[in-house]
């Protein structure tokens, strides 16, 4: 059973048309002179960088930097003129190449996540633009499935599919190096799974949400999550309706809420945090008065249909446990 309302569903499809591009460029010239976060460079590894990109009034773009290479790839490229001013911004060390951007890794056909990519291939002809086969991710040249690689520099980008958002949604997982030679695992979700929660089911049920989220769970706990937006104070206070008494969700909404208050980033979190206070990713063990997603009564299939329901229509509170 499809969980998209009939308006939300009308609005989804004009999104995807003409009409969205202008919109989705509308809202970027209005918002290009209030960046909603001050990013801070990440840099957990030996041999990259990582820099997120804000933009629009919650999306986040990410540039990691290749230290042997200065190649750079930019995740959600969707707006173009953040990405190029973020490329004035790495900072790197003085044996590292001169960065250039040489590739978008695209998660889904979303104006917000693909829509500088037209206008960033104009400028790099040579650019590579990676996503999902059958995704319609924009100006896309290099298309990938589950499990195909992406090298960028020295650095290699496995594609894992989580579809539910979109039919073709392609997460980019990275292992590499740390500074003391530990491995280090990152994970650039997209619109699948946020701080605290996950995306909407605009073209998937609560099934193939299930599918993707079993998939990200066998990543190495320590993985480190880069999600396509800031939500995660909406995320954790909707997962308070969820486990009222659950005190690592009240713990990280209050550091969360600290972090907004003075404009900084919730990213990155950790996997293994996130089995303690996404409540999405603990649906199979809450006992959750679930509605039926029509799917053959798997009751953790259920929750997140529930759950998943219940935030789009702001109905958290309203939610009964058994």
Not at 193 to 208: I, P, T
């Amino acid at each position: 059973m499809n969980i998209v309302s009939h308006q939300l569903r009308l609005g989804y499809s004009i999104y995807n048309t003409w009409l969205g591009k202008y919109i989705h460029t509308w809202k970027l010239a209005e918002a290009s002179n209030n960046k909603h976060t001050n990013t801070t460079q990440i840099n957990l590894c030996e041999n990259c960088s990582i820099l997120p990109v804000p933009f629009l009034e919650d999306n986040y773009s990410y540039l990691i930097c290749c230290h042997n290479t200065g190649h750079v790839a930019a995740v959600d490229a969707g707006d173009a003129a953040a990405i190029e001013a973020a490329m004035q911004q790495l900072v790197v060390p003085e044996t590292c190449p001169r960065p250039h951007l040489t590739t978008l890794l695209t998660t889904h056909g979303h104006w917000d996540h693909d829509g500088g990519n037209q206008e960033l291939l104009a400028a790099y002809p040579s650019l590579v633009i990676v996503g999902g086969k059958g995704d319609g991710v924009s100006c896309c040249n290099t298309f990938v499935n589950d499990n195909d690689t992406v090298q960028v520099g020295h650095l290699q980008f496995r594609c894992v599919w989580t579809p539910c958002h979109t039919p073709y949604h392609m997460c980019y997982y990275l292992e590499s190096k740390g500074k003391t030679n530990e491995s280090k695992s990152m994970l650039f979700s997209g619109d699948t799974l946020f701080v605290g929660g996950v995306g909407r089911f605009w073209e998937g049920q609560a099934s193939d949400m299930k599918y993707s989220l079993d998939v990200l769970k066998k990543l190495p706990s320590s993985t480190h999550l880069f999600p396509g937006h800031e939500y995660a104070v909406k995320n954790l206070m909707f997962n308070s309706f969820v486990e009222p008494t659950n005190i690592d969700i009240k713990i990280k909404l209050k550091e969360c809420q600290k972090n907004r208050e003075v404009k900084l980033q919730n990213v990155p979190s950790v996997l293994l945090e996130e089995l303690r206070y996404n409540s999405f990713l603990r649906a199979k063990n809450i006992p959750l008065k679930v509605e039926s997603a029509g799917e053959g009564g798997d009751h953790e299939v259920d929750c997140l249909y529930t759950m998943r329901r219940a935030k789009d229509s702001n109905k958290g509170p309203a939610l009964r446990h058994q």
